[in-house]
């Protein structure tokens, strides 16, 4: 292995990792829903199933590149595969973010919020993000590396971290509500990028992680001060 390999090697997993945070926070918020006794479970299927998703699809790379190819043209527009998936998921991602932003802020009807959510409702919705998220992922680590091991390598070495510090990620998010509601208005902002890059209007993620990144921080310093 030459160093060209394991810089790739190293920054590809680095990039997994920042990419798969939206992945965490998304399971985290929706996990708590769960009985105690069940979140843990939920989590652990939750990262697995993108473990898997990431390794099959990987297995099917040119499946993967033909989604980049038009299917259709609207007003001038062309849209193919990958622009529907991730407008799909773009707006399922705003749909469910902001349901959950009013039922966490709407206190006084809090009781007509309150059901029953099934492990296997969870799990389901779970899986719809990890797709999303993996065909994301998948098609970045292309563009970056051509070594189809080094993909291999990083997914397994990210999902595995991920699988270490969601808890903790997931424990933090929920002993807080005012980083829930952020972490929630940061899963719209991911809606709303992943909605523009399937119009073809890309928005650098790095503006995104900034933004988010300096808002965490003030809440972050309002929490010490609180304290």
């Known amino acids: 292995m030459n160093s060209e390999i394991l810089i790739s090697l190293v920054t590809l997993i680095f990039l997994e990792i920042i990419l798969g945070i939206d992945n965490i926070i998304f399971i985290s918020i ?16 939750g990262l697995s199933l993108a473990l898997i998703l990431r390794l099959i699809l990987l297995a099917g790379i040119s499946w993967i590149l033909k989604l980049d190819k038009g299917l259709f043209t609207v007003y001038g ?8 998936i991730l407008i799909s998921g773009g707006l399922f991602l705003l749909y469910k973010s902001s349901k959950e932003i009013f039922e966490k802020t709407e206190e006084h009807k809090k009781e ?11 799990i389901g919705q779970i899986l719809l993000l990890d797709l999303i998220f993996s065909i994301d992922s998948i098609i970045t680590a292309v563009g970056l590396v051509d ?18 510090i969601s808890k ?5 998010i929920n ?7 952020l972490a929630l208005c940061f899963l719209m902002m991911i809606g709303l990028a992943l909605i523009a890059e399937g119009f ?6 790095a ?6 990144a300096f808002s965490f921080l003030v809440n972050m310093i309002q929490i010490r001060k609180k304290i």
Request: hydrophobic share 45%; net charge positive.
């Open 175 to 181: 002993k807080h509500p005012s980083l829930k509601i």
């Open 112 to 122: 007509e919020f309150k059901q029953s959510h099934s492990f296997k409702s969870t």
């Open 30 to 45: 929706i996990t708590d829903k769960l009985a105690i006794e069940k979140r843990k479970r939920a989590r652990i299927i």
């Open 200 to 205: 073809n209007l890309h928005i650098p993620k």
């Open 168 to 172: 903790n990620i997931s424990e933090f």
């Open 77 to 84: 527009n062309e849209f193919s595969g990958k622009d529907m």
């Open 207 to 212: 503006y995104i992680y900034f933004s988010m």
């Open 147 to 164: 070594e189809l091991w080094i993909m291999y390598t990083a997914v397994i070495v990210s999902i595995s971290i991920m699988l270490i």
